[in-house]
């Protein structure tokens, strides 16, 4: 796993270059937007997150066994 | 003229289904599709595209076929094809009885020019669907069917009612651009119950897993997609479906990661990607609505091809539970294929359909200069990726389990066939945008291929491999299911009946007990009274005054 986790890093790191340098998109007016790599920002922090708030409901409120509703 | 509408060659194959051997029955089964197709080309070529019905005292717009209807016309037809070429194989009769009563009339639904016709279709629809959730017979199906049932009907209610208000307000019954005013509102229930929208979607992801393999695959497509033709017709740049369009979609794909069932989980998805929808059509503008249709076809698309494989996996193991599976991806290399096909169309990876139609929406969204409701999308992309094409994949195609590993039954060809010409559709639309752009409501040319959102939709969607990848070890496939809102009819209901029914209905039950002792009493002293009175006794004394009473009493009233 920690093989595929370097992986993906540089392959971020190359687009994130490859966004810096070779994209140029036009102002969009949203401050998050224009910001160079808010896709990678947004992927990762936006997973982790979600998955936070997922099983952290299930955990303390949502989860029952499979036969609570026989 | 009524010999004319595409959804009549539906109804007949559900009548022929009754008595054609299975091979004649296929080739009927695919069939109907193409002749409902040809059918439409020739209203098409005739000019008239409306097919009235006189009755002395309604004119029912049978069809009326413009661009909008069109284009969920195709879809479902293309996949009309699809679903049936997959359950080709069915022997059960009933799927292919109602697979057909429910195609046919979830075309004359979007085709109808009129409220009433509308609801006619509309009712039909959750019929004819509730005998394909029941199919699979299990000791659950039964109470699902009535859960359904309830909650179907009860939109029904609301949409009937609506109509009525609309009829004895005077007001035309043409279904057209309706104003939220009383009768308005009560249609705009009706249609929210059926697409599924937070905080009346839980009918969804209790249902639709119930369904068979193939069963399920129908259910996926129709229902909830003519509610977001219903709202793209009526309500189309109403605020309030952007609102809710943006919980249903944070909603469906966090409950989406908790889910353990596979066809459960992507129930949610569904709730979920209809919220995508319904913001596009809430924001109006012609991309917008352009983006919500494109999102609504696209997701009969890909999560039709995520329905046939999971239902594939179904069909070879039995099992649907990701606690239950693991190492599927040794099993069949092709379904592992198709489903990460799906997956990566359903989280707009590039080159497939998803890709485009998401484009278009946070086009549509910039253009409105909500960026907020930009940042929800992504923020919904990014979970959609973790939940289906990691979450999901991961412990049904590896994972920890090896319950996969060796399934008991081969799969038929037609459902390999099935699951690749629809991976190939999502694939063709994805490629080619103008494939699917000339039949949007309104022009479109946008073109979604920029180097700066390719590069930005990669970005995101690696960025969430990585916290899969750092995160997967403390991720278990638990047999556990999750609370939803029809906790409060399922189990509500029964709190409810104990708190309330039951003590009513005792405290009922000793009134008429004490009444009829009163009864007895006074009838005995009746009849004491009389023998010390030495009067011959009546027969029923008490019914001779009660008798009186009642004379005196119209007398009076007279």
């Known amino acids: ?70 | 003229m009524i010999e004319m509408h595409p959804s009549l060659p539906f109804f007949l194959a559900a009548a022929l289904a009754f008595f054609l051997n299975p091979r004649l029955r296929s080739i009927v089964q695919l069939a109907v599709p193409l002749i409902s197709f040809w059918m439409i080309q020739r209203l098409l070529a005739a000019g008239d595209q409306t097919v009235l019905l006189h009755f002395p005292a309604y004119t029912f717009t049978l069809l009326r076929l413009d661009s909008l209807a069109l284009l969920f016309c195709y879809a479902f037809l293309i996949f009309g094809f699809l679903a049936h070429l997959y359950a080709i194989h069915a022997h059960e009769k009933e799927t292919h009885i109602f697979a057909n009563l429910y195609v046919g009339s979830s075309l004359g639904a979007v085709l109808a020019g009129d409220l009433v016709t509308l609801f006619i279709f509309w009712e039909l629809m959750a019929l004819t669907s509730a005998i394909l959730i029941w199919n699979r017979q299990r000791k659950t199906s039964l109470p699902a069917l009535f859960r359904y049932l309830l909650v179907h009907l009860t939109g029904g209610l609301f949409f009937f009612s609506g109509l009525l208000m609309k009829l004895f307000a005077g007001g035309g019954l043409l279904f057209q651009t309706l104003p939220l005013d009383t009768a308005g509102w009560m249609i705009f229930a009706g249609f929210a119950i059926n697409a599924a929208l937070v905080p009346v979607h839980s009918w969804l992801p209790d249902a639709y897993p119930e369904g068979t393999a193939h069963g399920s695959v129908y259910l996926s497509a129709f229902t909830t997609k003519v509610a977001v033709y219903a709202f793209a017709r009526g309500f189309a740049g109403e605020e309030i479906l952007i609102w809710l369009g943006a919980v249903a979609a944070v909603y469906g794909v966090i409950w989406a990661l908790m889910e353990n069932d596979m066809r459960r989980l992507l129930s949610y998805h569904i709730v979920c990607q209809i919220g995508y929808m319904v913001c596009g059509i809430g924001i109006g503008s012609d991309l917008g609505i352009n983006a919500g249709t494109a999102h609504a076809i696209g997701n009969i698309l890909f999560k039709g091809l995520l329905f046939m494989a999971t239902g594939a996996i179904l069909f070879r193991t039995g099992k649907t539970k990701l606690s239950d599976l693991g190492g599927f991806a040794h099993a069949d290399r092709w379904i592992l294929f198709f489903f990460m096909t799906g997956a990566l169309a359903i989280s707009g990876a590039p080159l497939l359909n998803g890709y485009v139609s998401k484009s278009l929406l946070l086009k549509a969204a910039e253009h409105a200069h909500l960026a907020w409701l930009e940042a929800t999308l992504l923020l919904v992309a990014v979970g959609t990726f973790l939940s289906i094409a990691l979450k999901l994949a991961y412990f049904a195609f590896w994972g920890e389990g090896s319950g996969g590993k060796n399934p008991e039954r081969r799969l038929p060809l037609n459902m390999y066939l099935a699951m690749g010409a629809t991976a190939l559709t999502c694939f063709a639309i994805g490629v080619y945008p103008d494939l699917m752009y000339r039949f949007l409501p309104f022009p479109e040319h946008a073109h979604v291929y920029s180097a700066d959102h390719v590069i930005h939709s990669v970005e995101l969607l690696l960025g969430t491999v990585l916290t899969f990848a750092l995160i997967v070890k403390h991720l278990h496939a638990k047999a556990v299911i999750t609370l939803d809102l029809d906790w409060f009819y399922r189990k509500g209901a029964r709190l409810f009946e104990r708190a309330f029914c039951f003590p009513v209905n005792a405290g009922q039950v000793s009134i008429q007990q004490r009444w009829t002792e009163w009864i007895a009493n006074a009838d005995q002293r009746l009849k004491r009274w009389f023998k010390d009175q030495a009067i011959a006794p009546a027969s029923n004394p008490l019914m001779m005054i009660m008798i009186a009473c009642l004379l005196v009493g119209m007398l009076l009233l007279f």
């Open chain 1, 1 to 70: 796993m920690k093989k595929i986790i370097l992986i993906l890093g540089v392959i971020l790191a190359a687009l994130w270059l490859a966004e810096l340098f070779l994209v140029h998109a036009h102002a969009t007016g949203i401050w998050w937007r224009d910001l160079k790599g808010y896709a990678i920002v947004m992927g990762v922090l936006g997973g982790m997150l979600l998955m936070f708030i997922a099983k952290t409901l299930g955990k303390y409120w949502l989860y029952r066994k499979e036969d609570y509703y026989d």
